[in-house]
C-alpha cells in the first residue's frame, strides 16, 4: 500500500467554469468558486461544452473544485498475482446493528474519486445500508464488473457516477435499486453484454442517465445493449447519451414505468429502443 498527498501549492485557490448561459440566449459565461482556506495561489480554468443555468454552473464548479481538494490524498493498493481477478478493488457496507436507537448503521458520504482499477473481480462493490456514494474521474478496465449495486431492500440510495470511463470483460454498471445518476461516461460494451443495467427491485427507484457516450468494443452489433431496465423502477429520464455498435441502444423490460428521454443519438444500432415494459409512461427516442 502506497500513501500519497500532493502539495497544498499544486492545488487550484480557485476554479473558473466556462459554459453557455440558457437564460442568457447560450452567450459565453463563467462562474468562479474559490477554495477559502490555505495558502495556494494557483488558479484553474475549465470548460464545460453543455448549456446550463448560472445557479447549475455554479454548483458544478464548487463541486469540481471541492473534488479537487478531496482527491490530494491517494492510496494505492497491490494484490498477489494468484488473487488477481478473484477479488474485488473496493467493498462499501454498513450494518443492520449498530445504528441509534438501536437501528442500522449506515455507511454514508462516500467520494472515490481519480481512482483506477485493473484486472479485479469487480471494481467498486456496493452492499446494504450505503448512502450517498460519488464515482468521479476513474478508470476501470480488464475486470469482470465495473460498478456493482447490490439490493438495497435493507436502503441504499444516492450513487453519483461521472466522467470515468468502463471497458470491462461482463458488465459495467449493474444497479440493483438506488436513486442514481449517471452521466458524462465513456462506456465500452463487449458483445453479448450490457452498458448499464438497472435492475430495480422497488416501484419508488428513480435514475437520471445523461450525455455517456456507449459503444460496442465490436466494430458493429453483437448482442449488446446500451442501457436497459428491467424489473420494477419508477420515474426515470434518459437523455443526450451517444450509443454507437449496439445490437439494442435502450430496452425497458418487466414493469418499469414511466422512463422518458430525448435527445438520444444512435449510430450502428440495429435497434434504438425496445420497449416491452407491462408498466406505463414509457417514451423514450
Known amino acids: 500500500m ?11 485557490h480557485e476554479l473558473s467554469l466556462a459554459f453557455s448561459d440558457s437564460d442568457s440566449d447560450s452567450e459565453p459565461a463563467s462562474v468562479l468558486s474559490r477554495h477559502l482556506q490555505g495558502s495556494s495561489q494557483r488558479d484553474a480554468q475549465s470548460e464545460a461544452a453543455m448549456m446550463m443555468n448560472r445557479a447549475e454552473a455554479q454548483r458544478r464548479a464548487e463541486t469540481a473544485l471541492q473534488d479537487l481538494w478531496v482527491a490530494r490524498e491517494s492510496v494505492e493498493f497491490c494484490v498477489r498475482p494468484n488473487l488477481v481477478g478473484h477479488t474485488n478493488g473496493v467493498v462499501i457496507n454498513g450494518s443492520a446493528t449498530g445504528g441509534t436507537p438501536s437501528g442500522p448503521c449506515y455507511a ?7 481512482s483506477s482499477f485493473f484486472y479485479t473481480s469487480g471494481g467498486i462493490v456496493i452492499g446494504p445500508y450505503v448512502q450517498g456514494i460519488t464515482i468521479d474521474k476513474t478508470n476501470f478496465t480488464n475486470s469482470n464488473y465495473g460498478v456493482y449495486v447490490g439490493s438495497p431492500s435493507t436502503g441504499g440510495y444516492q450513487l453519483y457516477v461521472a466522467h470515468s470511463q468502463f471497458n470491462m470483460a461482463i458488465e ?3 444497479v440493483n435499486d438506488f436513486y442514481n445518476e449517471v452521466n458524462i461516461n465513456l462506456i465500452y460494451v463487449p458483445a453479448g453484454h450490457t ?8 416501484s419508488g427507484s428513480q435514475y437520471l442517465i445523461h450525455d455517456n457516450q456507449i459503444a460496442g468494443t465490436t466494430g458493429g452489433p453483437g448482442g449488446n445493449t446500451g442501457i436497459s431496465f428491467g424489473v420494477a423502477g419508477d420515474f426515470s429520464i434518459v437523455h443526450h447519451n451517444q450509443l454507437l455498435n449496439l445490437t439494442t441502444g435502450i430496452r425497458v423490460a418487466g414493469s418499469v414505468s414511466n422512463v422518458t428521454g430525448s435527445g438520444n ?3 450502428n444500432v440495429n435497434t434504438h429502443t425496445a420497449i416491452s415494459s407491462s408498466g406505463g409512461g414509457n417514451t423514450v427516442n
Open 265 to 267: 443519438a444512435y449510430k
Open 172 to 174: 459495467q454498471i449493474v
Open 195 to 202: 452498458g448499464i443495467t438497472i435492475n430495480a427491485s422497488s
Open 2 to 12: 502506497r500513501l500519497a498527498r500532493a502539495q497544498e501549492s499544486e492545488l487550484p
Open 108 to 114: 454514508v458520504v462516500i467520494n472515490i474519486l481519480n
